[in-house]
């Protein structure tokens, strides 16, 4: 299948700081790619799509200020937690979606981080 | 899909006998369902999915039911292996055409060697 990275795989921050994180579809073009927000031992929370050239569309409860998206090319969409406090702290997935009569999605590895 | 909740499911197995794992989801309009498995500290990993106009599909040692009657989902593994063990969740797509997945609360499956 398709492969999706994230990076980085791991990142710890003061709080207060801003972290971005990078998703990147390695083999395939994607025009839509989704966030999602994962809390230990919980089920993965959709946070936003992110469409390329376009604003990314944010779900009920997300702060679109506090979690910038941006999707500047056809392969990279990014992440930038702003400000980031402890209760920040999860698992942050990316996914993305192939075009064409497939639509699938295919996960990237996750990204860790914690706020101190 | 459920709502989260703050402790997974736990479904333990002997090596070698079949499991079976179930969702129930929430929208009854749902199109499209998928069975992801996710290892400690990795993504999600597709196993099957299955469209709301069949009941049933089969994968190598796999197994997806639907019944749209009750909304429930379930999921099949035969001869199930230590490697199997992970947290297993079902995902559906309610709005045909958006693609947005809303995933189940999961189950963590733990076979016994």
């Known amino acids: 299948g398709a492969v999706v990275s994230q990076h980085p795989s791991w990142v710890i921050c003061k709080s207060g700081t801003s972290v971005k994180i990078e998703c990147r579809s390695l083999?395939?073009?994607?025009?839509?790619m989704f966030w999602y927000r994962q809390f230990p031992k919980q089920s993965l929370m959709l946070m936003a799509t992110?469409?390329?050239?376009?604003?990314?569309?944010?779900e009920q409860g997300v702060e679109k200020d506090k979690f910038l998206i941006n999707h500047a090319s056809l392969t990279l969409s990014t992440l930038t937690v702003t400000s980031a406090h402890p209760e920040d702290s999860s698992f942050y997935i990316c996914?993305?979606?192939?075009?064409?009569?497939?639509?699938?999605?295919?996960f990237g590895p996750g990204t860790r981080l914690t706020v101190l | 899909g459920e709502s989260v909740g703050l402790h997974l499911p736990t479904l333990s197995v002997q090596e070698g006998d079949n499991s079976i794992i179930n969702c129930a989801y929430s929208?009854?309009?749902?199109?499209?369902f998928i069975w992801y498995k996710q290892e400690s500290g990795k993504g999600p990993q597709f196993i099957i999915d299955?469209?709301?106009?069949?009941d049933k599909r089969q994968g190598q040692r796999v197994t997806v039911l639907l019944n749209k009657t009750v909304k429930h989902l379930s999921l099949q593994i035969a001869a199930t292996q230590p490697g199997d063990s992970a947290v297993y969740f079902c995902?559906?797509?309610?709005?045909?055409?958006?693609?947005?997945?809303?995933f189940g609360k999961g189950t963590k499956l733990s076979v016994i060697p």
């Open positions: 995902a559906e797509n309610m709005e045909a055409g958006s693609y947005q997945l809303t």
């Open positions: 083999d395939f073009q994607a025009t839509t």
């Open positions: 299955i469209r709301s106009n069949m």
């Open positions: 992110s469409n390329e050239g376009s604003k990314a569309t944010y």
């Open positions: 929208n009854s309009a749902s199109d499209y």
């Open positions: 996914s993305a979606l192939t075009s064409g009569a497939a639509n699938e999605q295919f």
